[in-house]
């Protein structure tokens, strides 16, 4: 057994260890369990709280603690050692099935947008037993869910675990349409791609911005970005390639199936992908892939910044999400079959698809609204803020054909009817990949690019389950009562893809001349956070996720509290950051610097009367003018801080957007002009280009 394959999952309590460990009796319950979706009777939880007690101490665990996912978008964890107190002042190693299922902590701190009165502490946690318990710092992790005293959910997993099984029921009834009576479970399967920055710690620890908000608030253009392309795919440092080995192994212990690993296109930007697995277990490892890049750079000696965007001028980080249908008897639905049945059940759930994201792109653009998005979103590095669907030339021509009722010509092949007896055979995989699409079908998959690189893949894997969910549910009760299968079928995707065309896009989406097209299409442009977050919540979308059960209207309202809490707070945050770094670093250096440059005119002066000082005398004017106008925008941006309104949620966001955060733009326009006249050694943060090329 070579390395890789005797450390992968050795941290993790999954099938092969259950079967060890477990009775036969205990094992095929627990497998029912999950099969039905029915709880775990008490007697079969004790037992597999003991066994993983056991294997748990064995690894030198010493803890155990409910690891569940609240709205914060990072994980959360209360560890509990196994001691239980004994006569005569020893203790014993305790861990019962009633621990295993629940536990209680605080919840008073976490966001709830409103669910619940901040007094109110009590919050609860439940075991997912269809995610693997793992071991982490010591600690035995059971991944959890997490409700109110009321019931309500208060976490990213639970909403994600609903919309898994809705779209399973809805896509089920679908198959059994085509005569497939093997399917018992439909499940999306997801691969998230991560984007992230490595920096040099000693450099990071100097910039107040990026420790306080992960991004750069300041700092001017280094002579050198990423124009010459030589990052992109290029040799790794010796230091990267090092982490980069330490990371894999951590991942792998933990069952992360870390695969892919290379630099990206910005200097210091690097990205890692795993292999395809379900949405709940690649929403829990992603959580567990970002944690572990932040700590494994810190053995290095690096920091890992995950923000969206953390340096003006050069690429941002994303997170792709790759995005599939798998039944468990292992076909890819969204993957064109090798028959003419399979053909047209590809392109029913392709229809589905592209109805579902017209329907809804409103509510697929509200999942990605971030402030730190907002940096991203509509550059020429990352989709467009407009959502569109990329299906490739042949693909495109196809669905034209089925539209327009004409013939389409496939190598040398004729055939014009949909239905699960005659099909035109229609190629995988055979058009380039559209890197500014926000959703591109790739061959058996659609890759959703527009999340940010920081954020939690549940939200907008629950939008996507939940509205494949209502197209499928559609498209069911349509068919199930027809008199001829086939003559429904093939109107049904033919008006389908007729009425939702528009939604499809196979150009340059970083072009000015699609937001003109895309305008005149109908589309919705939702260029910034705030313009997406005020239809959040509108009763369309609460309709939708209520109708199958995903969330409460209250729950779901919550959501959108709390995207737009989240959102004025980074803004405040990072502009009293602006604030306290111009009054207390950079105002005070700027200072320093021109008292040098007055000295050395005055010294020129008294030298050589005669020589005029033109230099010195226009660096001193323009440093003392810019110096003035940046003071002026910072007292202009604290008033404008103090004066933010209070009441209306849209209306303090807004107020954020377009007055704090356009004042921080000034502000930093005459800060990094500063940057570029004065001596660097009384500038007070490193700049630029010692944090992109800090990693030698």
């Known amino acids: 057994m070579n390395k890789v394959t005797e450390v992968f999952g050795s941290m993790v309590f999954n099938e092969e260890v259950m079967r060890e460990r477990l009775s036969e009796t205990c094992y095929k319950g627990w497998k029912s369990c999950i099969a039905e979706g029915k709880s775990l009777p008490l007697n079969i939880a004790n037992e597999m709280a ?32 196994f001691i239980s107190p004994i006569p005569g002042g020893r203790v014993l190693m305790h861990f019962s099935g009633k621990e295993l299922v629940r536990g209680e902590p605080d919840a008073s701190s976490f966001p709830s947008g409103g669910l619940r009165a901040t007094f109110e502490a009590r919050g609860y946690t439940a075991w997912d037993p269809t995610s693997f318990a793992f071991i982490k710092d010591g600690s035995l992790c059971i ?113 992360v199936l870390a695969k892919t690993k290379h630099n990206e296109v910005a200097p210091a930007q690097h990205e890692l992908a795993p292999i395809y697995t379900d949405a709940n277990t690649a929403c829990d490892q992603n959580q567990l892939t970002m944690e572990m890049m932040k700590r494994v750079a810190g053995r290095h000696g690096m920091v890992c910044l995950l923000h969206e965007k953390p340096f003006a001028g050069v690429n941002g980080s994303g997170k792709h999400n790759n995005y599939s249908l798998s039944t468990d008897t292992g076909k890819n639905l969204f993957k064109p079959g090798s028959t003419p049945s399979q053909n047209a059940r590809f392109l029913l759930f392709l229809a589905a698809f592209i109805k579902g994201v017209d329907d809804y792109q409103e509510l697929l653009r509200c999942t990605v609204a971030t402030a730190g998005n907002d940096h991203r979103l509509g550059g020429h590095e990352a989709p467009p803020a407009v959502i569109s669907i990329f299906l490739g030339d042949e693909l495109t021509a196809v669905v034209e054909s089925i539209i327009q009722g004409t013939e389409y010509v496939e190598h040398g092949k004729k055939s014009l009817a949909i239905g699960v007896d005659v099909l035109p055979a229609i190629p995988q995989d055979n058009t380039d ?53 086939n003559a429904a079928l093939q109107s049904l995707i033919r008006e389908t893809l007729r009425d939702h065309q528009r939604i499809i896009f196979n ?23 705030v313009d997406a977050l005020k239809i959040y919540a509108c009763q369309k979308h609460v309709d939708l996720f209520t109708k199958h059960g995903i969330y409460t209207a209250e729950e779901f309202r919550a959501r959108s509290a709390i995207h737009r809490e989240n959102y004025c707070k980074v803004i405040s945050i990072e502009a009293a950051t602006m604030v306290d770094m111009v009054k207390r670093d950079i105002y005070p250096a700027v200072c320093t610097f ?16 005669d020589v005029p000082c033109v230099p010195e005398e226009k660096l001193l004017r323009r440093l003392s003018e810019l110096s003035e106008k940046m003071m002026d925008a910072c007292w202009q941006l604290e008033q404008d801080l103090a004066a933010v309104p209070t009441g209306d949620p849209m209306e303090v966001a807004h107020y954020y957007r377009y007055t704090v955060f356009a004042d921080m733009e000034a502000l930093r326009g005459f800060a990094d002009e500063l940057e570029t006249i004065t001596a660097s050694d009384c500038w007070p943060l490193p700049s630029y280009s010692d944090l992109l090329f800090s990693v030698k």
């Open 50 to 81: 003991s066994a993983m007690k056991a294997w748990a101490i064995e690894k030198g665990a010493t803890h155990y603690t409910h690891w569940f996912q609240p709205m914060t978008g990072v994980t959360a964890e209360k560890h509990e050692s």
């Open 143 to 255: 991944p959890t869910v997490f409700c109110s005293y009321g019931g309500h959910a208060l976490d990213k997993k639970t909403p994600l675990l609903r919309s898994i099984d809705e779209l399973s029921r809805q896509a089920v009834r679908i198959m059994r349409l085509f005569g497939d009576t093997e399917v018992s479970k439909v499940t999306c399967q997801v691969g998230p791609e991560q984007e992230y920055f490595l920096i040099d710690k000693s450099v990071y620890e100097k910039r107040e911005d990026l420790v306080i908000t992960g991004r750069t608030l300041f700092g001017a253009k280094s002579p050198k970005g990423q124009e010459l392309d030589d990052h992109y795919y290029g040799s790794i440092k010796p230091r990267v390639a090092a982490y980069m080995a330490e990371l894999d192994e951590e991942l792998w212990k933990l069952g």
């Open 433 to 485: 990949r559209n890197r500014t699409s926000p959703l591109a079908f790739t061959g058996n998959k659609f890759e959703f690019r527009m999340l940010g690189s920081s954020q939690s893949v549940a939200g907008p894997n629950i939008a996507l389950n939940t509205i494949m969910a209502e197209e499928l549910q559609q498209f069911a009760d349509a068919l199930e009562g027809a008199e001829d299968f």
């Open 507 to 529: 150009g340059n989406g970083y072009e000015d001349s699609w937001l003109e097209e895309a305008e005149r299409r109908g589309l919705a442009n939702l260029p910034s956070a």
């Open 594 to 609: 021109m008292g040098r440059v007055a000295g050395t005119l005055a010294a020129k002066r008294a030298a050589l009367a």
